[in-house]
């Protein structure tokens, strides 16, 4: 509190407001989008367009690809060696580790 005026940058303003990056709301997000469909009936439209699209190539390699990020995002948590689909179908474990990727620096 020296009362003079300076410049503050986004990292300064972040840090005082305690907002989280936006990268990490917009993967929190995604996460949760991912789970809700990865524990859809089968039989749900939204089920069949993601799981077709997902067998025409090989996500699994692809950097571009969404399931690669999502195996990213999970290794960011400490969870990269687990099955995702098996993983989203706890909704409460899941759950967490989506708000886990809001604060990474929490273990």
């Known amino acids: 509190m020296t009362r003079e005026w300076r410049k503050l940058h986004n990292e300064d303003l972040s840090d005082l407001y305690s907002s989280p ?34 067998k025409e190539r090989d996500h699994w390699r692809d950097p571009g690809s969404w399931e690669y990020n999502i195996k990213m995002d999970l290794q960011e948590v400490g969870c990269g060696v687990m099955d995702w689909i098996e993983l989203a179908q706890n909704r409460d474990r899941w759950r967490a580790l989506a708000n886990a990727l809001l604060n990474p620096r929490v273990p």
């Open 21 to 54: 990056n936006i990268l990490q709301v917009i993967k929190s997000r995604i996460m949760r989008l991912v789970g809700h469909v990865a524990r859809m009936v089968e039989g749900r439209g939204v089920y069949r367009f993601w799981w077709v699209n997902l």
